[in-house]
T-cell receptor, first 114, second 111 residues
């Protein structure tokens, strides 16, 4: 098991373009989280999945953001009509079960909107 | 809603000395875990130490230990014999039905 994998590691896009990030969790982890982190700040919760079901979305997640986890395996996070304020590190984490447990993080996707 | 508060944005410590990072949290849940994660510059978030709320004994992991005060909802991290490689952002995190993070403490170990 190679851990949580995120792709791409870096993405530079022009304002107004759409971008999609992928996260591959640790095998058999049924929980998957997305967070956004700006420089010097802690991770801000965006959304999480229990298997393929999206159970919660933050109010930070505007209509331009959408996440999916088809078949309860990998997940994608899409940002439509990107804005400069979307520039951040997008972190994915997975955990093996519901309830209190450790989360394992990927290396993140750094998005720069120019 | 759960909240996690880290009131020390930045701290520094001399190499080989001891430093304590503070964290408080608020929750109405009874079953939860608390964590300290370390994030070196431009590096991946990694787990430092974990504390199950139902355990009274404070967790220790080599040079890292916690002081868990459940009634006070306090969860501090003590780093002994600080090393240069300990320089990083440290995040306190709460895990119940969901994960919540504090805003982090930037720790610098001075040679």
């Amino acid at each position: 098991d190679t851990g949580v994998s995120q792709d791409p590691r870096h993405k530079i896009t022009k304002r107004g373009q759409n971008v999609t990030f992928r996260c591959d969790p640790i095998s058999e982890h049924n929980r998957l989280y997305w967070y956004r982190q700006t420089l010097g700040q802690g991770p801000e919760f965006l959304t999480y999945f229990q298997n393929e079901a999206q159970l919660e979305k933050s109010r930070l997640l505007s209509d331009r953001f959408s996440a999916e986890r088809p078949k309860g395996s990998f997940s994608t996070l899409e940002i439509q009509r990107t804005e400069q304020g979307d520039s951040a590190m997008y972190l994915c984490a997975s955990s093996p079960r519901t309830g209190p447990t450790e989360a394992f993080f990927g290396q993140g996707t750094r998005l720069t909107v120019v | 809603a759960q909240t996690v508060t880290q009131s020390q944005p930045e701290m520094s410590v001399q190499e080989a000395e001891t430093v304590t990072l503070s964290c408080t949290y608020d929750t109405s849940e009874n079953n939860y875990y608390l964590f300290w994660y370390k994030q070196p510059p431009s590096r991946q978030m990694i787990l430092v130490i974990r504390q199950e709320a139902y355990k009274q004994q404070n967790a220790t992991e080599n040079r890292f230990s916690v002081n868990f005060q459940k009634a006070a909802k306090s969860f501090s991290l003590k780093i002994s014999d600080s090393q240069l490689g300990d320089t990083a952002m440290y995040f306190c995190a709460f895990s119940g039905n969901q994960f919540y993070f504090g805003t982090g403490t930037s720790l610098t170990v001075i040679p």
